[in-house]
């Protein structure tokens, strides 16, 4: 099957770039190149668009955390201002086909986008079957291939299985998107990896009414993210009910009846534990396989990422590679400028992604956000660095919502003030680290976020404090 803006294509179109996969990076991509006047088509499996992010990964994840949030919120805080409820219950079916009726909606929206655009969708999964050729198989079992000047693989990632110790079975022991459908809220979920995603699900749930368990190998939570960030959200989600089982190495997970005993060595001593549900949270790989790169003699790294230049180009001639496959954070929105840059670099056009102004967020509850060094990073570099740090407990907007934990935190050169730095554990972080990023792209330094006006009463005025702070000169502490 293939779907056109004005006309279904054959075996005899050659186009001037195929994308194969139409996730963030793929579908980003293919518009922008399309935009820039190249005949473009995007290869998908799914039989819908937007990839991991759209269908089971950022849109609907983040659908649950906010009904959750909401689920929360009445039930446990909105009696502080003096609104009175009772009889809340919850309708999980409504709440799952609220997700859905999102995911449809941008899902849908991405294909009135190629429409728009005229990107010829290929629906089948894409392979190299050699130089300038990609073979699409469709869901029905026939097969085409088509003729691209220029290809960018941008197939995404998948979580990583345990096969050894504790293999999905989509039932019992679960990943990400089998979190994503449960239709019963487990009375104890157990999630290995106190990472991104095991913390997200994990709140969701945990909002829900499950007991979580969080079982992490490292000696704390969030490992690579700045140090007091990673004790902050600790205390805090431990405060919401968490359990945390720090340099905690599962060893084994078997089902048991309706229950999953979870084994594992905790501090030297070998432990086990009953479980509804056991989430699987350790990561994600990238999706390299049944690419027919042997097609086109495209060797992979010894990480199973494939290789690239600073242009996005493989050593393989006009052969791209984006977003997950490649090295770096696993983010859509890393992808996506990706995306842009290699669809304008084919184009013949000037095309750059600034990693060191990329932010990373963590969408649990404060939400967490970051973007540049963490305080170790910059000591295990060597750097002599000034750090201004504001909680919210002091902030106006924060105490009028309700919402206290957390801090924004600063490092700047001790000898230049320019930003290395921006961490936030607080309330809509997501959204205020759009200020970090931008004073990041634009080289700036900790006295222009100090200098900068910021509204009153907001809870930005919390990224103001903690530059003033580099310089020992905050107002409200």
């Known amino acids: 099957m293939a779907v056109e803006g004005t006309s279904n294509p054959s075996d005899n179109i050659q186009f001037d770039l195929i994308v194969i996969g139409a996730g963030p990076g793929g579908y980003v991509a293919a518009i922008r190149a399309a935009q820039l006047g190249l005949k473009t088509a995007c290869v998908e499996s799914r039989g819908t668009l937007g990839g991991t992010c759209l269908n089971v990964g950022c849109i609907p994840s983040k659908a649950l955390l906010q009904s959750s949030e909401a689920f929360s919120e009445v039930q446990n805080k909105i009696s502080e201002h003096g609104i009175k409820v009772s009889g809340v219950s919850l309708d999980l079916a409504q709440m799952l086909k609220r997700k859905d009726d999102i995911v449809k909606g941008l899902t849908k929206g991405v294909e009135g986008l190629f429409k728009k655009n005229k990107v010829t969708w290929l629906q089948g999964h894409g392979r190299f079957v050699g130089k300038n050729q990609v073979a699409v198989d469709a869901p029905d079992g026939t097969s085409k291939s088509y003729h691209a000047k220029n290809v960018i693989i941008a197939t995404g990632s998948e979580p990583i299985e345990l096969k050894a110790i504790a293999p999905f079975d989509q039932k019992f022991i679960i990943n990400s998107t089998d979190a994503l459908v449960l239709d019963k809220v487990p009375e104890h979920l157990v999630v290995i990896g106190a990472g991104v995603i095991g913390l997200e699900m994990g709140s969701v749930w945990k909002r829900l009414g499950s007991k979580v368990t969080v079982i992490e190998a ?134 750059h992604v600034n990693y060191e102004a990329i932010p990373n967020v963590v969408y649990t509850w404060p939400e967490v956000a970051s973007v540049g060094m963490t305080e170790e990073q910059c000591k295990s570099k060597g750097l002599d660095v000034r750090i201004g740090q504001f909680p919210f407990a002091a902030n106006g907007r924060a105490k009028c919502l309700g919402q206290t934990d957390g801090f924004v935190k600063i490092i700047a050169d001790a000898k230049t003030d320019r930003l290395l730095g921006f961490h936030i554990v607080g309330p809509n972080a997501s959204e205020l680290i759009a200020e970090g990023a931008i004073a990041f792209e634009f080289g700036g330094s900790a006295e222009d976020l100090a200098r900068s006006s910021h509204a009153h009463p907001t809870l930005a005025e919390t990224i103001k404090e903690a530059a003033l702070s580099v310089d020992k000169r905050a107002i409200h502490i």
């Open 218 to 351: 490292a000696d704390k939570v969030l490992p690579p993210m700045d140090g007091a960030v990673s004790a902050a959200m600790q205390k805090i989600l431990t405060k919401q009910g968490f359990e945390f089982l720090l340099n905690a190495k599962l060893t084994g997970a078997k089902v048991e009846g309706k229950q999953v005993k979870v084994i594992f060595d905790h501090e030297g001593q070998k432990k086990d534990l009953m479980a509804d549900k056991v989430l699987i949270a350790v990561g994600r790989r990238p999706n390299t396989y049944k690419l027919g790169l042997e097609a086109i003699g495209l060797a992979l790294q010894p990480n199973g990422r494939v290789p690239v230049d600073s242009h996005f180009r493989t050593p393989i001639d006009n052969v791209y590679a984006i977003g997950d496959v490649i090295d770096g954070v696993m983010l859509a929105h890393k992808a996506e400028d990706e995306g842009m840059a290699a669809a304008e670099i084919i184009a013949g056009k000037s095309g």
